[in-house]
């Protein structure tokens, strides 16, 4: 079994930072791309950034120059440093993986999702 659990999410000021992790359990072999997701009430899931098993990072235009995505392969832990963060990029936010498993294949795997609320 694999899950993958998200953290660090919570309530901020505007203008603030939040650092939301996510950690890979179970049979784990290896990671390729690692996204973060966000969904906003009443609004589409959408991308906020992706990272390769190389390092290779994009995002959303609304990410550049706030937020940025890295991983720890050796925690099998990806990271997502938000800052300047505005009531707008409230939402709760997901982690998706690209997990070759205890299947021997390749699967994708949500996590159960993390809220980020930023208000004064």
């Known amino acids: 079994q694999v899950q993958l659990v998200e953290s660090g999410g919570g309530l901020v000021q505007p203008g603030g930072s939040l650092t939301l992790s996510c950690v890979a359990h179970?049979?784990?072999?290896?990671?390729?791309?690692m996204n973060w997701y966000r969904q906003a009430p009443g609004k589409q899931r959408e991308l906020v950034a992706v990272?390769?098993?190389?390092?290779?990072?994009d995002g959303a235009d609304f990410a550049k120059g706030r937020f940025t995505v890295s991983r720890d392969d050796a925690k099998k832990t990806m990271y997502l440093q938000m800052n300047s963060l505005k009531p707008e990029d409230t939402a709760v936010y997901y982690c998706?993986?690209?997990?070759?498993?205890?299947?021997?294949?390749?699967?994708?795997?949500w996590g159960q999702g993390t809220q980020v609320s930023v208000s004064s």
């Open positions: 990272i390769d098993s190389s390092g290779n990072t």
């Open positions: 179970g049979t784990v072999f290896s990671i390729t791309t």
């Open positions: 998706n993986a690209d997990i070759l498993d205890y299947t021997s294949r390749v699967r994708n795997y």
